[in-house]
């Protein structure tokens, strides 16, 4: 599919009112986890004891955690023909994990708040993709996906500088600093509640239960190809923490710990609806690759630049992966799934590249426990060009632009 004239004219400003409300959803949700999450490594190791293994365990078992809920709530969402109501359901957990982090008194604690965290992550996401592909006509898709993404990652921005700002106004007090970040989850519930309508066609159907072999062959060969290219990409992209571990180990204070976030999503926001748009005038491939090469030298960086300098120019880069492959991949899902199975294929497609990415950060942290950290990084600079040379070899109609 080629964008018409009127997409190419518009680009992110001719996106759906309901898309800049998702928007805003996320933007307030993902304050309120990176208030915690950018904290959360330092608060596991130097408060609860816990191993680098460990917290890659922790974060990968949350992520597989995402991408199971993602699988039922999309195919859910196709069955009733209501993805608001999953998406309530979903961020409403969500918020009321957010009191569980400053109780916990070991990191098993931890792992249950950031499990229940995670489910309402995975019921939530998927229906809410379905819903911007719902209203978005096809010549938008990657701006569309660009925008909410951008401004999911201002939100991913705003709450590590918070929790800067609260960890030196409450004297250093991380339990402290996490019980504030209930407030804009409440606010993103809210939002959501209020400000986000339903897409007017949208209408039940039999979709077939998302781990059958007849979905598998309902989504098509187009999609299973996206699906396929991504989970190879995901085993390059472990869980951020590690940056925020890696910037510690290259001296930065405790306090300042949640600038890794800033940094990385900083660039994120500003680089994602710019390349969802150009993402809709040329070959979705291009920018894909553009992305790989830009993860790879982030990954060299880290692993061989030994200063703190190094470590945020490193984090800059993998903030530009971020930006320009995060909305694509969504985009290119939506290009390829069937209509009215869009929620059940981004289950399958968040299951797969979740499975990948809980791969991805335990061996993440097993590299980094047994070889050093910059074993880490040069296995994921490594996967990356392997994702590189596939996609060149192999051109998937992942980067046709079909409705």
């Known amino acids: 599919m080629t964008p018409g004239p009127k997409a190419k004219q518009s680009g992110w400003r001719a996106v759906p009112r309901t898309v800049w409300a998702l928007g805003l959803v996320s933007l307030l949700m993902d304050t309120s986890s990176e208030m915690i999450h950018g904290l959360l490594p330092v608060f596991l190791v130097a408060t609860l004891g816990a191993s680098a293994g460990l917290v890659g365990l922790i974060e990968g078992l949350s992520e597989a955690t995402v991408a199971v809920g993602k699988v039922f709530s999309g195919w859910l969402s196709d069955r009733l023909g ?14 009321l994990s957010k009191p569980l982090f400053p109780l916990a008194q070991a990191p098993i ?12 992550k995975g019921v939530r996401g998927a229906p809410r993709d379905a819903l911007v592909a719902d209203v978005t006509p096809p010549g938008l898709r990657g701006a569309a996906f660009g925008l909410r993404q951008a401004l999911d990652t201002v939100g991913a921005v705003l709450g590590p500088l918070i929790a800067i700002g609260l960890m030196e106004l409450l004297a250093g007090n991380i339990r402290a600093v996490f019980w504030w970040a209930a407030i804009p989850a409440a606010l993103s519930v809210a939002m959501l509640l209020f400000g986000v309508k339903e897409a007017p066609d949208t209408a039940p159907v039999k979709a077939p239960f998302p781990l059958s072999l007849r979905a598998a062959r309902s989504l098509g060969p187009g999609f299973w190809a996206v699906t396929a290219l991504a989970a190879v990409f995901t085993l390059a992209r472990f869980s951020e923490a590690f940056l925020i571990l890696r910037a510690r180990d ?17 660039v994120y926001a500003l680089s994602a609806t710019p390349a969802g748009d150009l993402s809709d005038r040329v070959d979705r491939r291009w920018v894909l690759a553009a992305g790989l090469v830009v993860l790879i030298t982030a990954d060299l960086t880290l692993a061989l630049w030994p200063t703190l300098i190094g470590a945020l120019v490193g984090t800059a880069l993998w903030g530009l992966h971020m930006g320009l492959t995060q909305g694509l991949l969504s985009a290119m899902v939506a290009d390829r799934a069937p209509g009215d199975l869009r929620g059940t294929a981004f289950g399958l497609f968040n299951l797969v590249t979740g499975a990948a990415l809980f791969i991805a950060s335990g061996l993440a942290g097993l590299l980094w426990d047994r070889f050093g950290p910059a074993a880490t990084f040069e296995a994921g600079a490594g996967f990356a060009a392997l994702t590189l040379i596939w996609l060149a070899a192999a051109r998937p109609g992942a980067a046709s632009k079909e409705a």
């Open 82 to 95: 209501r993805r608001k109501l999953l998406a309530v359901i979903g961020y409403g957990l969500a918020g």
């Open 250 to 266: 290259r001296g930065l204070d405790l306090a300042l710990a949640p600038l890794i976030l800033v940094v990385m999503n900083l």
């Open 109 to 120: 604690h931890v792992m249950a708040a950031r499990l229940c965290d995670r489910i309402g």
